[in-house]
């Protein structure tokens, strides 16, 4: 199984949800995990300092990562690409050519209260605190994820 994170940056939202998929998911082989943005503002930069530091608190290391941006041949690489927000996923769904394409994309928040359409709120205007309440809220997703695989 093949997952793709998508935000806006690929700095702050996508680049801890694919740490925190990751480290629930660290043990189990068949499963990958990547993220992207939709933009191209920050390709090459490392995940913001807040996102850092709350993944940090929580044993998870994202230092590693470098923001990217989502390309045509991930809707090939990937089998389902999350988006954190409504913005990114019309962004994705305009991009997709087959309906193959359109089915893989997913709102991550839907993995917690299916159908809604909520998205993780973007956090890089904020301060700290959002970056709390983004972690909360991609952790519940990504456990409901783990236990989809399992
Ligand atoms: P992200 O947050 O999409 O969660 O990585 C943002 C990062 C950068 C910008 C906006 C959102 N920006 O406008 O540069």
């Keep these: 199984m093949r997952i793709l994170m998508v935000c806006l940056g690929n700095i702050c939202?996508?680049?801890?949800?694919?740490?925190?998929?990751?480290n629930k998911t660290k043990d189990l082989d068949e499963v990958m995990v990547d993220s992207a943005?939709?933009?191209?503002?920050?390709?090459?930069?490392?995940?913001?300092?807040?996102?850092?530091?709350?993944a940090k608190k929580h044993n998870i290391?994202?230092?590693?990562?470098?923001?990217?941006?989502?390309?045509?041949?991930?809707?090939?690489?990937?089998?389902?690409?999350?988006?954190?927000?409504t913005s990114n996923y019309k962004h994705l769904i305009s991009l997709a050519n087959t309906e193959?394409?359109?089915?893989?994309?997913?709102?991550i928040l839907n993995e917690i209260n299916p159908n809604s359409f909520e998205s993780v709120p973007d956090p890089y205007y904020g301060g700290e605190d959002g970056f709390e309440i983004v972690y909360n809220l991609l952790n519940q997703a990504c456990e409901k994820i783990k236990s989809s695989i399992e």
């Excluded at 996508?14 to 998929?21: D, H, K, Q, R, T």
């Excluded at 193959?100 to 709102?107: D, G, H, L, Q």
């Design 13 to 22: 939202r996508s680049p801890l949800a694919e740490g925190i998929l990751s």
């Design 37 to 54: 943005g939709t933009a191209g503002y920050h390709i090459g930069s490392p995940p913001d300092e807040r996102s850092i530091n709350i």
């Design 61 to 85: 290391n994202l230092n590693n990562q470098r923001a990217r941006k989502f390309s045509q041949e991930d809707f090939d690489k990937f089998d389902i690409i999350y988006a954190m927000d």
């Design 100 to 107: 193959e394409e359109k089915n893989k994309i997913r709102m």
